[in-house]
DNA sequence: TAAGTGACGGAGG
DNA sequence: GCCTCCGCCACTT
C-alpha cells in the first residue's frame, strides 16, 4: 500500500530546517528571506508551517524567524510571544513592542559559506 | 470538488 | 506606524 510517499513536501520542510539552522546567534531572518535561500521563493507560509512541525531534537532556532514586518507573528501577551521574545533578548537581540529592528538584526547571509553549509 | 484556514507578503489608505 | 485587502499556497474538512 502507498505508505511511503504519503507526503513529499516533507522534503522541502528538512530544507527550510536546514536554512533556519544556518541563522547565526543573535541574527534574524524572515520568513521569505528563510524561503528563498530554501530554495522555495514565495512560499513564506510553507516556512511557518515547517517551523511548527520541526521536531525538537533537531533544535531549530525558530525564534529567529519573524515577518517581513521584523515583528514578531505571535499575538502580543500570548504564550508563544513571550518564549519567542525571552529567546531572543537571550541572544541579546533589541525587542520592542514585539518588534526588532532589521537595520540592526537581520541576517545578511554569505554566499559561499552557505554553499558549504548547505548540502543540496 | 469547494470552501475554509494560516507562525506570510506587499500595496494602499 | 497601524489596519485592511488581496494574492498566494499547502493542507484540512
Known amino acids: 500500500m502507498s505508505l511511503e510517499s504519503t507526503k513529499p513536501v516533507n522534503i522541502n520542510y528538512q530544507k527550510i530546517w536546514q536554512t533556519v539552522l544556518c541563522i547565526p546567534k543573535g541574527r534574524v531572518a524572515s ?23 520541526a521536531p525538537k531534537k533537531l533544535n531549530v532556532p525558530w525564534q529567529r524567524v519573524i515577518n517581513s514586518q521584523g515583528k514578531i507573528s505571535f499575538p502580543i501577551g500570548s504564550e508563544y510571544f513571550d518564549k519567542q521574545k525571552g529567546l531572543l533578548q537571550s541572544e541579546e537581540i533589541v525587542v520592542l513592542n514585539g518588534r526588532i529592528k532589521l537595520k540592526e538584526f537581520q541576517w545578511q547571509p554569505d554566499l559561499t559559506e552557505l554553499l558549504f553549509t548547505l548540502q543540496y
Open 31 to 53: 520568513y521569505g528571506q528563510i524561503a528563498d535561500l530554501a530554495g522555495l521563493p514565495g512560499k513564506a507560509r510553507l516556512v511557518g508551517r515547517a517551523l511548527g512541525f
